[in-house]
């Protein structure tokens, strides 16, 4: 039903979730455990998903809200979930037991973030623009302002797409070479293809550890080439269908 990070799993008083398309009641092109309102999937059936996700992870279904993302580079301090709900923003972050920060995804990199001993947790929502323009530079100076610090940061990145999959146009490379040249590593073009392709899990573990998140996993996993287990905008485009469904990551502090 979900993926977890191992050095997440490891710390006391933290529970996370990445979770999958698993078993959820959506069917049709959303099947399995959609997660996101933003779809054209019929909400109760979102909304049971959604509170089949927290009771795996021990928790009401009431106690989750997403925030409305936007591709931003914007960051949330949230203490209950009326604090998040409907707000603009694409992280979220949190020092209150028993409230889980979640984003939704489906090719764009969820970003799970805790520091243990100062009790903060967040959730990214990091597309390429969020991941350039600085989503979690955003989500790592609100944890700051609640005691954290970088250094004792864990991160894991989830299922998002691959480079291999990640074919993109002849302008998007300025976006990263402006900010830096040794960006032009995380560009490669396959023998025979005709674009290059973007490594954007690289780009973000790499920007965290530049940020000094000194603990920070990737779970290398490709929401494009696995439709069992993940849902993907991009794959939907290629295969002409009208939708996609959104999958759903969490972290929370123990109750």
Sequence with gaps: MYLTAPPLAALPGIHHAFFSRGEGESGGIYRGLNCGFGSADDAETVR??????????GLPAQALATPHQVHSA????ARTP????????????TDRPGL???????DCAPVLLADPEAGVVAAAHAGWRGARFGVVEAALAAMAGLG????????AIGPTI????????PEFPA????????????????AGAARAHFDLPGYLAAKLR?????????LAADTVTDAGRFFSYRRSVLNREPDYGRLLSVIALAG
């Design 48 to 57: 049971a998903n959604r509170a089949r996700a927290m009771a795996a992870l």
């Design 100 to 106: 889980p920060v979640g984003v939704l995804t489906a």
């Design 175 to 190: 976006h990263f070479l402006s900010e830096r040249a040794a960006n032009a590593r995380f560009f490669h073009r396959p």
């Design 162 to 169: 691959a480079a291999a999959s990640y074919e993109v146009g």
């Design 210 to 218: 530049r940020l000094e998140v000194e603990q920070v996993f990737d």
């Design 82 to 93: 009326a604090d998040i709900a409907g707000q603009q923003v694409d992280a979220v972050v």
């Design 74 to 77: 914007r960051a949330l301090i």
């Design 148 to 155: 954290a610090s970088r250094r004792r940061t864990v991160a």
